[in-house]
């Protein structure tokens, strides 16, 4: 019995010395403290442990009073360690946590990594994360190696492989990637068992945040540890690379499946097929098809839908429609997607006809359509002006409940606008201020055009500054509109204000735009202007065209009633730059002057 009892002694003395740090730490780090003396002839452990089981009956600030200035980090890992009343995980946990809250007492990471330890060792693994978490977030970035040395000093007897999964866990989460990468290694240095599930979520983050590349590198290595491979991952990083247009890339990784003794799945093929289709290689994207069906994994409505996608936006319609037809045939239900990605197409064509159609064949099968389809549908019609089929349609998204978005409002507006019906387009507009809808650049520039073309020119220069007001940058080609309307209105002068305020908001107004003003002067006579604006284009690096002198010649021999105006007009054409003009004008003005001396 006493050598018994010497040998626990001899235990304890050194499980409580005082222990070497792997690395200082500059937010917990304090001096080593004396060796304690063994648990059983230590008072403050033994009250301590007392007070704890006791705490239901007398609160621990009150019981541990005079205790606590005195109670050092140590002391916690040694009851840790040795919890000789057999304390409740929960209850150490609880003193653990209130000890925290303790003005007095400081934690070390040697008592955070012990409690870790014994908390994985009770299945309280929730716990163990959340200080775990603690840890570093406070160690932060490049702390790896000093907390990976912690755990390990702090170990005892037994090491729960889940210590590891959480470790890796926390610096994932924390979204430090380069240190949770790091202690992977530092596990397979030390020769520990792989920790399974921290490199998958480690994995997963790395794919999703990190170049696709580096997540492959990241795969293999825990590939060749042991991890086993999976088809989820292989998917996520070919879907990776073909979002970030690496098809090649893609395409080695997809072969990767087979040579590690997997399988490809359909999602597979339909991540690869499609990522061959968005970068325009269909005849790629078809092969793929072929070597599915021949792997006996047969394409599915997704497959159909892409390939079909990819037609389409190679003006294949014909070999859209073949390739929707065999889906068809083999038994497969085109959904909502499918369809909509064909009638997208055949309405991008101009096959309006086919487009609705489609559309009719659709509600046939009792598919629901829903905004986008209707969107699409509306316009393809406003564009080959069927507002008879538009307003049927209107009335069909009415009856279905379906609220129209901006997009609906927008294509509508833009569609009246410019088959002449300003009065729709106003009426569209008024529900959109009703219903609390934006206008955006297209519907504001539509309705400013509309203006224009029916002669309200005020009404369209008001539009213009609720677009301003609104945030948004009309265009040169909106100015313009405005400005020809003020100067087909005999209101030059407005129309150059307008030109001073593009070049203000930073506009740099074209060659159409000076034309523009520039018939308005000369319509008023007013030739001077029209010179000095052409001296300010060339001045600005604007380059006249043809047009430019056509509409200066013409004003200056209906201003000087020459009377050769038809034989300049048939000579206007030659004039090719700034130079010619001055000397067909000169010549033009001499010829003036000596028909009226004679």
């Known amino acids: ?340 990605t064909l009638i997208n197409g055949q309405c991008k064509s101009g096959r309006i006809d086919l487009a609705m159609e489609t559309y009719q064949q659709m509600l046939k099968k009792g598919l629901k359509p829903d905004l986008v389809l209707y969107n699409t549908l509306l316009n393809g019609l406003c564009k080959i002006g069927d507002f008879r089929e538009v307003k049927k349609l209107v009335d069909e998204i009415n009856k279905r409940g379906i609220t129209p978005d901006k997009v609906t409002y927008t294509t509508l507006i833009d569609g009246y606008c410019k088959e002449g019906d300003l009065e729709s387009a106003l009426e569209i507009r008024k529900k959109m201020f009703e219903e609390g809808i934006e206008l955006d650049n297209v519907a504001f520039t539509a309705l400013i055009s509309g203006l224009c073309k029916e002669g309200k020119v005020i009404d369209a220069e008001r539009t213009l500054r609720e677009m301003l007001k609104s945030g948004l940058r009309p265009d040169d080609a909106t100015y313009t509109m405005i400005m020809d309307g003020f100067c087909k209105k005999g209101d030059v002068k407005t129309g150059f204000k307008l030109l001073k305020e593009m070049q203000s908001d930073g506009h740099v107004p074209g060659v159409i735009t000076y034309n523009v003003l520039m018939n308005g002067y000369c319509k008023q006579g007013q030739m001077k202007n029209a010179n000095m604006l052409l001296d300010a284009m060339l001045n600005l690096g604007v380059v006249p065209d043809h047009i430019t002198y056509d509409i200066l010649l013409e004003g200056h021999c209906k201003n000087r009633n020459l009377e050769d105006f038809h034989k300049i007009q048939s000579e206007k054409g030659l004039v090719a730059d700034y130079a010619s003009y001055k000397s067909l004008l000169n010549e033009l003005s001499r010829a003036s002057k000596e028909r009226q001396k004679r």
């Open 1 to 340: 019995m006493a050598v018994t009892a010497h040998k626990l002694h001899k235990t304890q003395s050194l499980l409580s010395c005082s222990y070497k740090t792997f690395l200082l730490f500059s937010t917990w780090y304090s001096p080593p403290p004396p060796p304690p003396a063994p648990f059983h002839e230590d008072p403050i452990l033994s009250s301590v442990s007392n007070a704890i089981k006791n705490c239901d009956t007398k609160p621990l600030h009150i019981s541990l009073k005079k205790f606590l200035p005195s109670f050092k980090a140590h002391h916690v890992i040694c009851l840790i360690k040795h919890n000789p009343h057999s304390l409740s995980p929960q209850l150490l946990f609880s003193f653990f946590n209130f000890l925290s809250s303790c003005p007095t007492f400081r934690h070390t990471i040697q008592s955070y990594c012990t409690m870790v330890h014994f908390l994985a060792a009770h299945q309280m693994h929730t716990q163990a994360q959340s200080l775990l978490h603690f840890i570093v977030s406070r160690k932060g970035k490049g702390s790896a190696p000093s907390v990976f040395g912690s755990i390990l000093e702090t170990k005892g007897a037994h090491l729960s492989n889940s210590v590891f999964d959480a470790l890796m866990n926390a610096y994932t989460d924390l979204g430090f990637i380069p240190d949770a990468i790091q202690c992977f290694r530092l596990v397979r240095k030390h020769n520990f068992q792989i920790p399974f599930d921290g490199c998958k979520f480690l994995l997963d983050r790395v794919i999703k945040t990190s170049l696709p590349m580096m997540a492959w590198g990241f795969y293999l290595e825990i590939l060749d540890s042991g991890y086993p491979p999976n088809v989820y991952s292989f998917n996520l990083l070919i879907s990776r690379l073909c979002k970030e247009d690496k098809i090649k890339d893609a395409s080695f990784i997809f072969d990767e499946i087979g040579k590690r003794g997997l399988r490809p799945t359909v999602v597979s093929f339909n991540t690869l097929i499609n990522g061959y289709c968005k970068s325009g290689n269909l005849e790629e994207g078809f092969r793929l098809k072929i070597v599915m069906e021949e792997s006996r994994i047969f394409p599915d409505v997704f497959t159909y839908s892409v390939l079909i996608n990819g037609l389409c936006n190679n003006q294949r319609l014909d070999d859209a429609n073949r390739l929707f037809d065999e889906m068809c045939e083999r038994g497969l239900v085109p959904n909502n997607v499918t369809f909509t």
